[in-house]
């Protein structure tokens, strides 16, 4: 006997919608049309809700949920864009373009940036809190890709695209807090590193952080899009 | 082994320590030992021996009051010597038997008699690196009467009925936790002690695991009978070589006899433990972090659910503990859920012990049943505020808690009321301030100490303590506005209310407790650039000079 | 009932912002007659004014005349505009605050200089440690990011604020647009 497919129905910002189970919150919003804001989360890879951007609330319950991860359930109310997710997502993107050196003007990824985009659709026109300026480098050593810490708002994409689509693990994260930072190897030069020179990190990464040398000057959009494509392919053999 | 032969140890120990006429035991924690404590045994050894007297010399664990070691107890009589050097060794050894030496005699009558000793109930009595002194005291005894007569079902059920709340901090019912354990799939389970104590001032746990290492290990066997275990992780903080030492010969001397192992008591249930060392990350102690720590993998918290009980180590269900909840377990089983129950408050049952800190008396560990009044034990237990200063408020719960002004001292100490207060229970930290500490550079000192342990994972936490340091250093350097206040406030919203795992949920306690109890002292930092505790250097601003005119 | 007085200022930027708000073309002598511009780089006027109505300004504050300037502006304008990422965000100016005005300085007058090795002191105002938006400063009532902010977003913004009508700047503009 086949198992009977398990459909719960939920309320989205009132909408009612259907889900299956196991579904996150996100996936179901999305296919309903339902905008809620991501950075961390890239369609093809795991998710590690670490961004915060897509916090929804769950009636009945104090706690903001992560929509990403979170599953749904028969019944739930969930609603994405309160006042209070609202002030919650624009902090959060503040605190992002205080933390580093994001200086939107003379970046790779003007325009195609999704920080950026974020601070637009989110009504983000300043930043409150004070610039920190940190001192980052640049790694240029890799013959072809560049990386920019300035630029850099440790979503992990990279990190995770690369261990778990490319499976060569070359990134990773070292230090803590404020003072994490993405690196190669056991923080070799990228040039010097065991990356397979593949590209994938640089399509995925949301800003200006991960750029290809050969499209300085030009318009750099990314395509990160062929993930979801790869894997089904990878699944259907 | 059996109970018939525990009690044979138990025996013979008994009969090996009737052939003393005294017992002296030395304090060996830390706290004593690096006032020379070590020293003293020895002399105290060569003192009784060339007495002829029939004395027993032990080292112990923690005794209490940290702040007058080295401290020695005379049995049977009880007398409790303080600030004992080597040199007093003779003086001792030579009123055995008679008058006690009254200027070392230490009058703490009040500072026990508002205790109730249960987790503690070893400390100060048998060596921590004997296992049949263990024993002696009904060691392993409850792990034995679980398998021999009770269902894991019939632990779980006792653990509830006990009304245990999870002593690290988050105060979950620890048989609700078990039960969920207990009920998850699949054959392959794990019990994880976490003794990753990192909260600044707190060493509840250090004193446990070194001064009663088996209580451990016995609390975690027990529970995994009860969850259907088979593997046990301790998670201890490599800056506790001490307790990783004990443990690790009371793993070697539990599994000898067979009380670790297989088929365990000759029955089916096997169980072994294996110690993993922290790498100093306090957020090794959130338990998804914990998690990735053991398996080998960086020390980050993941979003629950999942939440460890169903997939934990491994993806297996995986009980997770404090040591001071482990601690507790061999009792419960051995007097009954209801026993426990009797002790504490409504929602609040047994007891607690708080590492008690900062500008008190008597500096040092203490257990007290729960409901007990603040005022009790800071004053009574603790001796009050020393120096002629006043108390200005106590801070529990570590960087996750907050502080509770003068005018709360009459709260009953539970996980509810603290809570209502703005702080939390925390594992057991009880840092005391007087007059001469600045709220705002507590708040700040607390934030840094969040923002450097912040695992760096999600941005609310990451860079949201570090731009809170930020404004909390404006405002003790004077040069805040109210703006930042506000800011400061708004932001303490978001980390709280975003953050990943409990560390930054919990992170902004300490700056919005000290908001709600000692806002005057931010606006005088912020209005009138003063410092009213005088700790934080305020730069008297420099009357505006004249600029220069420049050409522009 | 009189026009309302506009003063555009000109600190720490490229006067890429004054470039845009040129470029608003012929719509400028619409702009005119709904404000009056009592100061501003492109015109005489040489002290600020003691009554503004709107003032905007471009560019970071980077120097101790830059802060003594923002600070009379704002006492002395009723509505005080960020324009452009300079202003708003410290943008390009302000990546020398990581490595600091010494390296700066050093680096542009002394390594680089072939002749005359010395860094300015008389004449030029004093840098300030770190660059900083005019918000750090002094309060901001309206922020305008771009990169310029385009031609187009400058005349919907100054017909919004002038004829009291809402003004939603995210449907504007972006940092670096």
């Given amino acids: 006997m086949s198992e009977a497919v398990d459909v719960k129905t939920l309320q989205i910002n009132g909408h009612e919608v259907s889900a299956l189970r196991g579904q996150t919150i996100l996936q179901v919003a999305r296919e309903n049309d339902i905008d809620i804001p991501t950075l961390c989360h890239l369609d093809g890879l795991s998710d590690v809700g670490a961004c915060r951007l897509c916090l929804v609330e769950i009636k009945g319950s104090n706690k903001l949920l992560p929509a990403c991860v979170a599953t749904v359930y028969e019944g739930m109310e969930v609603t994405t864009d309160t006042e209070r997710l609202q002030k919650h997502r624009k902090t959060i993107l503040e605190l992002l373009f205080a933390e580093r050196n994001h200086i939107c003007s003379v970046c790779v990824s003007n325009g195609h940036c999704e920080l950026q985009s974020l601070a637009q659709q989110e009504g983000v026109t300043h930043v409150r809190f004070p610039y920190r300026n940190p001192e980052l480098t640049v790694d240029a050593s890799h013959e072809r890709f560049t990386v920019d810490h300035n630029r850099c708002v440790l979503c992990t994409r990279c990190v995770r695209v690369c261990a778990e689509v490319e499976g060569a693990h070359v990134w990773d994260v070292m230090g803590r807090g404020i003072n994490s930072t993405i690196i190669t190897d056991l923080n070799d030069n990228w040039g010097e590193s065991s990356c397979t020179r593949c590209g994938k990190c640089v399509q995925v990464c949301p800003t200006g952080a991960l750029f290809d040398k050969s499209k300085i000057g030009s318009d750099h959009p990314k395509y990160p899009d062929f993930l979801p494509y790869l894997n089904e392919m990878r699944e259907a053999q | 082994m059996t109970i018939e032969e525990l009690e044979q140890i138990a025996k013979s120990v008994a009969l090996e320590n009737a052939k003393y006429d005294y017992e002296v035991n030395v304090c060996l924690d830390l706290a004593c030992a690096s006032q020379g404590a070590d020293k003293l045994r020895e002399a105290l050894v060569a003192a009784a021996d060339a007495s002829g ?48 030496v009254a200027e070392l005699q230490c009058d703490l009558n009040e500072h026990f008699d508002l205790q109730t000793r249960v987790v503690l109930e070893n400390a100060g009595h048998i060596d921590p690196e004997k296992i049949d002194d263990y024993i002696s005291r009904d060691g392993y005894k409850a792990l034995l009467t679980a398998l021999a007569e009770m269902t894991p079902n019939g632990v779980v059920h006792r ?48 004193s446990v695991m070194e001064g009663d290492p088996h209580r451990v290990i016995e609390g975690m066997a027990i529970a995994a009978y009860a969850v259907g275990a088979s593997k046990g992780f301790i998670y201890v903080r490599a800056e506790y070589p001490v307790a990783v030492a004990r443990l690790t010969s009371a793993l070697r001397d539990a599994r000898r006899p067979g009380l670790l192992g297989s088929n365990i008591s000759g029955t089916t249930f096997n169980f072994d433990i294996e110690i993993r ?74 007891t607690k012990v708080f590492a008690l800190t900062g500008k008190i008396t008597n500096t040092g560990l203490v257990e007290v049943p729960m409901g007990i009044k603040l005022r009790e034990i800071i004053e009574v237990i603790g001796g009050g505020v020393p120096g002629g200063h006043t108390f200005k408020a106590v801070q529990t719960g570590g960087p996750s808690g907050g502080c509770i002004p003068a005018e709360l001292l009459d709260l009953g100490v539970s996980y509810d009321a603290l809570l209502a207060a703005g702080s939390i229970m925390g594992s057991g930290g009880m840092i005391v301030m007087d007059d001469t500490s600045c709220m705002v550079n507590v708040a700040k000192f607390f934030i840094e100490f969040c923002m450097t342990e912040s695992c760096g994972k999600c941005i609310p936490c990451r860079a949201g303590t570090a731009q809170m340091h930020t404004l909390l250093t404006r ?64 730069e008297t601003p420099v009357a505006d000079q004249p600029a220069v005119e420049v050409l522009a | 009932m009189s026009k309302l007085k506009l003063a555009t200022v000109w600190l720490d930027g490229c006067s890429g912002c004054h470039m845009s708000f040129l ?57 005080l505009v960020a324009m452009g990422d300079c202003a708003v965000a410290g943008n390009v100016p302000s990546m020398r605050n990581p490595i600091g005005p010494e390296a700066i300085l050093n680096r542009a007058y002394i390594e680089n200089a072939s002749a005359q090795q010395q860094i300015p002191c008389v004449v030029v105002p004093k840098l300030l440690k770190v660059v900083r938006p005019i918000h750090e400063f002094v309060k901001v009532d309206v922020f305008l990011p771009g990169c310029p902010p385009s031609a187009d977003t400058f005349h919907s913004a100054l017909v919004a604020l002038v004829t009291g009508s809402p003004l939603d700047v995210s449907a504007l503009t972006r940092f670096g647009a």
């Avoid at chain 2, 107890?73 to 001792?92: G, K």
């Avoid at chain 2, 709340?165 to 699949?186: I, N, S």
């Avoid at chain 2, 506005?481 to 709280?496: A, G, N, R, W």
Wanted: hydrophobic share 35%; glycine share 12%; with cysteine.
């Fill in chain 3, 23 to 79: 470029d608003m073309d012929e719509r400028l002598l619409e702009v005119a007659e709904l404000v009056d511009v009592v100061y501003s780089p492109i015109v005489d006027t040489k002290e600020f004014p003691d009554h503004v109505d709107i003032a905007l300004v471009e560019g970071a504050v980077a120097s101790v005349d830059d802060e003594k300037k923002i600070k009379r502006i704002r006492a002395h304008s009723k509505l």
């Fill in chain 2, 475 to 538: 405002i003790c350097e004077g040069s805040a506005t109210m703006d930042d206040l506000e800011l400061l406030e708004e932001l303490c919203s978001t980390v709280k209310e975003a953050s990943l795992c409990g560390l930054g949920q919990t992170a902004p306690n300490p700056v919005l407790s000290t908001l709600k109890y000692f806002r005057n002292e931010y606006i005088e930092h912020i209005l009138h650039q003063r410092c009213p505790a005088g700790v934080c250097k305020i």
């Fill in chain 2, 159 to 206: 653990i509830t009925e006990s009304g245990l709340r999870g002593r690290g901090g988050g105060g979950y019912p620890t048989g609700l936790k078990w039960g969920t354990v207990a009920k998850a799939g699949g054959d392959l389970k794990y019990v994880v002690c976490n003794g990753d104590e990192g909260d600044p001032g707190a060493f509840m746990d250090r």
């Fill in chain 2, 277 to 350: 060392l922290g790498a100093g990350a306090f957020v090794c102690g959130e338990e998804t972090a914990l998690i990735a720590s053991i398996e080998g993998r960086r020390g980050t918290p993941k979003p629950r659910p999942p939440y460890p009980a169903v997939s934990g180590l491994w993806g297996k269900p995986t009980l997770i503990n404090n040591v001071e909840t482990y601690a507790n377990i061999a009792p419960i089983v051995r007097n009954g859920g209801k026993w426990f129950a009797g002790m504490g408050s409504e929602r609040s049952k047994g």
């Fill in chain 2, 53 to 100: 007297k029939k004395v027993l010399v032990r080292r112990t664990g923690c005794m209490g009051p940290c702040s007058s070691g080295p401290l020695v107890r005379v049995d049977p009589d009880e007398t409790l010597y303080r600030h004992v050097s080597n040199t007093n060794a003779d003086a001792i050894v030579a009123s055995l038997g008679g008058a006690p």
